[in-house]
């Protein structure tokens, strides 16, 4: 993930570092699980993810649904955005396909997605690669 994608976002980095690796202490399985997950994890898995991690980003007035076919809304600071869950973020392309976002649409939207996968991505898009927080060697640095 772009590390200006964390800045932009992520208000409490500390508090979302200490809050995934508590949680992971918790669930002892749970890496095991996330690396077993991606194989079958549904949309409704990140939804809960970013639902749990909420607090840490600069998000506030989320609804949950979202303009043109997209899941959820959110204010960051004045800018409104519009939110997509996806597993992987290729699945995005969809979206694009249906016409549910157009080019210029693209700044306005977030993909919130387990794994960044989209090497194509639009550089207006910003993603945030939920995984990312769980990597262990993003936890070292």
């Known amino acids: 993930m772009k590390e200006e994608i964390i800045k932009k976002y992520v208000k409490d980095l500390d508090g979302l570092i200490r809050e995934t690796k508590e949680w992971e202490e918790e669930f002892s399985v749970l890496h095991q699980t996330f690396e077993f997950a991606e194989h079958w994890m549904y949309e409704q898995g990140v939804i809960f993810l970013f639902g749990r991690f909420y607090k840490f980003f600069n998000f506030?007035?989320?609804?949950?649904?979202?303009?043109g076919g997209l899941?959820?809304?959110?204010?960051?600071?004045?800018?409104?955005?519009?939110?997509?869950?996806e597993v992987f973020s290729t699945g995005f392309k969809e979206h694009i396909k249906r016409g549910?976002?157009?080019?210029?649409?693209?700044?306005?939207?977030?993909?919130?997605?387990?794994?960044?996968?989209?090497?194509?991505?639009?550089?207006?898009?910003?993603?945030i690669d939920l995984k990312h927080f769980f990597k262990d060697d993003f936890f070292k640095s």
């Open 100 to 127: 549910d976002v157009k080019p210029e649409d693209y700044k306005s939207t977030i993909i919130v997605c387990w794994i960044h996968d989209w090497k194509e991505c639009p550089d207006d898009i910003d993603v």
């Open 60 to 67: 506030r007035d989320i609804a949950i649904w979202g303009r």
């Open 71 to 85: 899941d959820a809304q959110v204010r960051c600071g004045d800018d409104v955005k519009q939110l997509e869950f």
